[in-house]
């Protein structure tokens, strides 16, 4: 049974940083490229930051210089370290994984809620 856990949201003022981690499990981590969005209230789910199994990395406009996504193989794990927030990343983050090179992801987690205040 394929599981992705997210961690590490919460309340932070603007300006601040969080780092998300989702753990997974039942899946081969290493040959996953892993992904993650977000979802405001009243918009549509978004692609944050992808990164390949070569580690190859993708980011949306909004968050280039901010974010940065990284995977750790031994643990499972890929991370979201975000930095500069803005109460615009107010969001429920998701990760995602897939064993394919390309198109949707097939695995997703359960969400973590983000939120920035002014």
């Known amino acids: 049974q394929v599981q992705l856990v997210e961690s590490g949201g919460g309340l932070v003022q603007a300006g601040g940083s969080l780092r998300l981690s989702c753990a997974a499990s039942g899946i081969i981590f290493s040959d996953n490229r892993l992904g993650w969005y977000r979802q405001a209230p009243g918009k549509q789910r978004e692609l944050v930051a992808t990164i390949t199994k070569s580690y190859t990395t993708n980011y949306a406009d909004s968050v280039k210089g901010r974010f940065t996504i990284s995977r750790d193989n031994a643990k499972n794990t890929v991370y979201l370290q975000m930095n500069s927030l803005k109460p615009e990343d107010t969001a429920v983050y998701y990760c995602?994984?897939?064993?394919?090179?390309?198109?949707?992801?097939?695995?997703w987690g359960q969400g973590t809620q983000v939120t920035v205040s002014s």
């Open positions: 995602a994984a897939d064993p394919t090179a390309w198109g949707s992801y097939e695995y």
